[in-house]
């Protein structure tokens, strides 16, 4: 058991405190209470809390309304598993869901995007340290979802390939006290649409596009543009493309125009392999979690259950038709970009006008470490670094430093101004 807990005197043992479970059955009949009803517009799922030492608690939005139910139903959205003290935390708004996440203090099934957004549903708890929002946006007929928090100068956080808003928690939950952050599901990855990859649609230039739209119909001036992997070669084309809308990009092993890749870009050109996305494939979970796991120079730096949660959640991606043909559509996109040329990648870089920071990880195993000296050759003016302990998702493995490093730089280019 890992409820609440306290020393009694006089005692070596620890016993349960039971009326932390008792505050924890209180805090779901208040539920009702706080319900956001605006913000579950369309939405019909059910979510299982199950609070240690008291049992599992359903929790079925529908219909613009909520209903919380004792005991587990079958095949819920999400299941959230933590003890007393971290759920009486939660439901009185002393910390939140991304927090007690990332620090190991709720784990999660399911379908994490929706679990994310099971907190948005309610107004913050008395103590309350934020509003969490999810946004709907129309641009150009797609639908882009996002997660929402804080004020100041607006920051977008873009993620990478096959990825989702979630692989930016630790990023949102650490600079939305500062700022405006703007985690978002990019088109055809997480809840947003998924359009079929006809014409110029998941190309690097339509993806930018795409998030420039979301920029203006979101009324955001000047924004910080903060992309791993692809979602780093989208802010840098969205720089070059409006550059009048960006005050700065930042790229977590941002993905570039790969050498490696160079000898195939004739024949990912030619044909459009990324229609096989039409079958299946199924991927075994060890597959996965072994792949997840890869993307990390030390994954003992985050917790099994997060790992496991990642990896479940492009299991249950894979089995979605539309996120199959985005990713390998987006996948021979960045695979077939021209690296040289007028109007190659290294040529039009050296054209940027913003602000850009790159990090780079010595042991990332997607987008190599010499990546980072071919950018200082493109960009003098650039802050490039090359850390040594991290892989591809510093943001994840180091959220810390990556945090700190982003503060430090934001504030720079904002006092700047």
């Given at each position: ?29 208040r ?20 609070v ?59 379908d ?39 004020t ?31 985690a ?29 739209g ?11 543009l ?41 024949v ?20 996965v ?16 259950a ?51 920071f ?8 997607l ?37 700190e490093?982003?503060?430090?730089w934001?504030?720079?280019i904002?006092?700047?101004?």
């Amino acid at each position: 058991m890992t409820t609440l807990r306290h020393a009694v005197p006089g005692v070596g043992d620890l016993v349960a405190a039971p009326d932390r479970l008792a505050e924890a059955g209180a805090s779901f009949l208040r539920m009702a209470e706080r319900f956001r009803p605006e913000e579950a517009a369309d939405l019909e799922a059910t979510w299982v809390v199950d609070v240690e030492g008291r049992g599992p608690t359903s929790i079925h939005v529908r219909d613009g309304r909520c209903l919380v139910s004792p005991g587990a139903v079958e095949a819920p959205a999400a299941t959230l598993t933590t003890d007393a003290e971290t759920w009486v935390e939660l439901a009185e708004g002393h910390t939140d869901g991304i927090r007690a996440f990332l620090a190991g203090r709720l784990s999660v099934t399911g379908d994490l995007n929706l679990a994310l957004r099971l907190e948005t549903l309610f107004h913050p708890g008395p103590g309350g340290r934020r509003a969490i929002e999810t946004r709907h946006t129309q641009v150009r007929g797609t639908t882009i979802e996002s997660v929402v928090a804080g004020t100041g100068t607006p920051v977008l956080l873009l993620h990478g390939l096959g990825a989702s808003k979630v692989s930016f928690l630790p990023t949102f939950d650490g600079l939305a006290d500062e700022h405006e952050v703007h985690a978002l599901d990019l088109p055809g990855f997480g809840k947003s649409d998924r359009p079929l990859p006809a014409g110029r649609r998941y190309t690097m230039a339509w993806m930018a596009d795409q998030v420039h739209g979301y920029i203006v119909r979101n009324r955001l001036r000047q924004v910080h543009l903060v992309g791993n992997s692809m979602g780093g070669r989208i802010a840098i084309e969205l720089a070059l493309r409006h550059p009048d809308s960006v005050r700065s990009v930042v790229g977590l092993g941002a993905a570039v125009a790969f050498d490696e890749y160079q000898r195939l870009g004739h024949v990912l050109r030619l044909l459009q392999p990324h229609w096989a996305g039409v079958a299946p494939f199924p991927m075994r979970m060890a597959w996965v979690e072994g792949m997840v796991r890869d993307l990390f120079h030390d994954p003992s730096r985050v917790p099994a259950a997060n790992l496991r949660a990642a990896a479940e959640e492009v299991v249950e991606m894979l089995g979605d038709r539309g996120y199959r043909l985005a990713l390998l559509a987006c996948a021979r996109r960045l695979g077939c970009e021209r690296a040289t040329g007028r109007r190659g990648y290294w040529h039009r870089l050296r054209q940027l006008s913003v602000p850009t920071f790159w990090i780079f990880g010595r042991h990332d195993s997607l987008v190599h470490h010499r990546y980072a000296a071919r950018v200082e050759d493109a960009l003098p003016s650039a802050r490039v670094e090359l850390w040594e302990d991290v892989g591809h998702v510093p943001q994840f493995e180091v959220p810390d430093r990556t945090n700190e490093a982003l503060h430090d730089w934001l504030d720079r280019i904002d006092d700047a101004r």
